[in-house]
């Protein structure tokens, strides 16, 4: 009894893994529509249970005195009510939601982004000062050069041949460098997504299954 239950889940899940499979191939459309739009319900449903979960694990550390947990529960409280202020049946605000999603996390964003440069740079000498190889270098000239050239070229300050020197510099780094090493990262990426679903579709890997 214990086999079958077992086994159970492995073969539902590989079943309905060919099956989407298939009909993504063959194409089928209405059998790949209606699993996905499965697959997207129970997203929904554990993205609102996570939600909720962590909405009740920091109120009860809020009971005990926890200020960032404060800070969580009432941005969440307020987010929430923002949504309802905003939805069709109560009408009383217009995409206040939005507004505060734009004052919230822009600022917030831009503040990473920004703090990015120098985070690079610093491991960039951190790495050239462990491992002094042309690798490391590259890396470290290549944050300098980027974050010279944003300097240089927002500046305003040097002469237009001189500006126009670090702008075609910026963009050659970025459609070479970045975008090759974008497409490395994707690559790999999709070689490890394939590979998941070919060890979940074999029945190998079985995160579903806790026996």
């Known amino acids: 009894m214990r086999i079958r ?26 059998i790949s529509d209606l699993i996905l739009g499965w697959v997207g319900f129970l997203a929904t449903i554990a993205l609102i249970l996570g939600v909720l979960n962590l909405f009740a694990v920091h109120t009860s550390r809020l009971i005990k005195g926890n200020l960032y947990s404060l800070v969580l529960v009432l941005s969440m409280a307020l987010m929430f009510a923002l949504a309802i202020t905003d939805s069709d049946l109560v009408g009383l605000t217009d995409n206040a939601l939005t507004t505060a999603f734009n004052w919230a ?44 050239s944003n300097v240089f070229t927002m500046s305003g300050r040097l002469p237009q041949n001189i500006s126009a020197f670090f702008i075609s510099l910026r963009a050659n780094i970025q459609a070479i460098v970045v975008t090759a090493g974008m497409r490395g990262i994707l690559i790999g990426v999709a070689l490890g997504t394939i590979t998941l679903s070919i060890r979940l579709l074999t029945g190998i890997d079985r995160p579903y299954n806790h026996e």
């Not at 099956?19 to 993504?24: I, M, P, Y």
């Open 105 to 148: 996390l822009v600022p917030l964003e831009s503040a990473l982004a920004s703090l990015l440069a120098f985070f690079l740079l610093f491991s960039g000498f951190q790495l050239f000062k462990r491992q002094r190889n042309v690798w490391s270098l590259l890396f470290l000239l290549t944050a300098v050069l980027m974050l010279m």
């Open 5 to 30: 239950r077992g086994l159970l889940p492995v073969a539902i899940a590989i079943s309905v893994g060919l099956l989407t499979l298939a009909a993504l191939l063959v194409p089928l459309p209405e």
